[in-house]
């Protein structure tokens, strides 16, 4: 049996028909906001992740005339508007991960840094990491955790920040190296499957 003509599945198809009934860009924010909002709570945190993903739907519906599907498919555009948003937060970022670095180092009982180390911890967030990912330059960093938090492909992230599927290629490269480096030889970015392969 046929679905219904009203039920749309393809996303380009539903970014096309939302131009002319903005209700249905409602199937792209249902499919996509669990995802988007966690990229965005790994990166900035839980606090400022439900702002932004919010807004990052908000301005890919502002944007939805303006969406390509020859250029691509709409999960990475929606990645490369959230990336977009969190170098908007990038100072903050930049901050957090260094807080954490100095809260794992010099905690103190009853302080804020004692509940950011608490913080860390329960995230499962590793000092060293944390200072090292600081420490990336920001297209580096942007690569990285599109692949690592996002599960983007590289072509997808290629996508997502419009550039080329070799640079990326080349700052995941340069970031696995600058983590390693901190961390002692130990690459955090591996998958299982590169460990015993």
């Known amino acids: 049996m046929a679905a219904p003509p009203d039920v749309v599945t393809d996303d380009a198809t539903v970014i096309e028909r939302s131009r002319h009934e903005p209700d249905r860009f409602a199937v ?42 020859v250029r691509g498919a709409v999960r990475p555009w929606l990645y490369g508007i959230a990336t977009n948003l969190v170098g908007q937060h990038r100072r903050d970022e930049s901050r957090r991960f260094t807080a954490f670095t100095r809260a794992a180092a010099h905690p103190r009982p009853d302080g804020h840094e004692a509940r950011v180390a608490a913080k860390v ?16 330059p920001e297209g580096d960093r942007d690569v990285l955790l599109l692949v690592a938090v996002g599960g983007l492909a590289y072509d997808e992230v290629a996508q ?32 299982e499957e590169e460990s015993h392969g």
């Open 121 to 136: 911890a329960a995230e499962g967030v590793r000092p060293q990491l944390a200072g090292a990912l600081a420490a990336l």
């Open 28 to 69: 792209i924010y249902d499919r996509y906001f669990t995802e988007i909002y966690r990229y965005v709570a790994a990166r900035l945190g839980r606090d400022a992740a439900d702002d932004v993903a919010a807004e990052t739907f908000y301005a890919a519906f502002r944007k939805r005339d303006r969406f390509d599907p």
């Open 160 to 191: 997502a920040l419009e550039i080329p599927k070799g640079t990326v290629g080349s700052r995941m490269n340069r970031a696995r190296r600058k983590l390693r480096e901190a961390l002692g030889g130990t690459d955090p970015t591996r998958t």
